[in-house]
């Protein structure tokens, strides 16, 4: 027999619509993993270039036209994320 602070840990098994979603969240769908993956790794890398940038040449900011095109790729990628989230495939 469980004790009570045992059976409050353990998660839901089944979710609202009755299929079991032990393992499911955000992350467990690929594309979204994706997703998240190149916005940690524009992120990181557009700070890092930020800081070589004012450390090199402070006068002239040529990290903005780096992260603009590449956040446009990012956003690009983002829309065909949530474009096709839900759809079947066939």
């Known amino acids: 027999m469980q004790n009570e602070m045992e059976m409050a840990v353990q998660p839901d098994e089944q979710g609202r619509d009755g299929k079991d979603n032990w393992g499911r969240g955000m992350l467990a769908d690929p594309p979204m993993r994706g997703l998240v993956y190149h916005a940690v790794l524009y992120l990181g890398i557009v700070l890092i270039l930020f800081a070589v940038n004012l450390k090199i040449a ?28 839900g759809q079947v495939q066939r």
């Open 58 to 85: 402070p006068e002239t900011l040529w990290v903005v036209w780096i992260a603009l095109l590449w956040g446009i790729l990012l956003i690009w990628n983002a829309w065909q994320v949530f474009r096709f989230r």
